[in-house]
């Protein structure tokens, strides 16, 4: 088996190990959920309900930023298309300007 090989079966099993012993969020110190606070490291019940609420509230977080992000888009869209709106007039114009200017030759 050659040396690259060797290390990527070697990273894989490492994987598989660290998925073994992770629990699931709110489940205790150490076990995939720890270091939250008394309530997530105790784990049990709490610590999974607890997990869950934060989990809503970064998911409502996210939801609310991007619509502000959204919001802020569609002032810019708004913004762009009122200058292209001026500068399309500013062009008429100029080139009705252009137009009325008498021809020397």
């Known amino acids: 088996m050659n040396s690259i ?3 990527r079966v070697l990273s894989l099993r490492a994987l598989a ?3 073994m ?4 969020p709110g489940s205790g110190a150490g076990k ?4 939250g606070g008394s309530i997530r490291e105790a784990g049990g019940s709490f610590g999974k309900m607890e997990a869950a609420r ?3 509230y970064f998911y409502k977080k996210q939801k609310e930023q991007i619509a502000n992000l959204r919001g802020h888009m569609e002032k810019e869209i708004a913004f762009h298309q009122e200058q292209i709106k001026r500068h399309e007039d500013a062009i008429r114009r100029h080139k ?9 030759q």
């Open 32 to 35: 995939g959920g720890g270091g």
């Open 21 to 24: 012993y992770s629990g699931e």
């Open 17 to 19: 190990n660290i998925r």
């Open 96 to 104: 009705q300007t252009m137009a009325d200017m008498p021809d020397k």
């Open 5 to 7: 090989l060797r290390t």
């Open 54 to 56: 934060e989990d809503e």
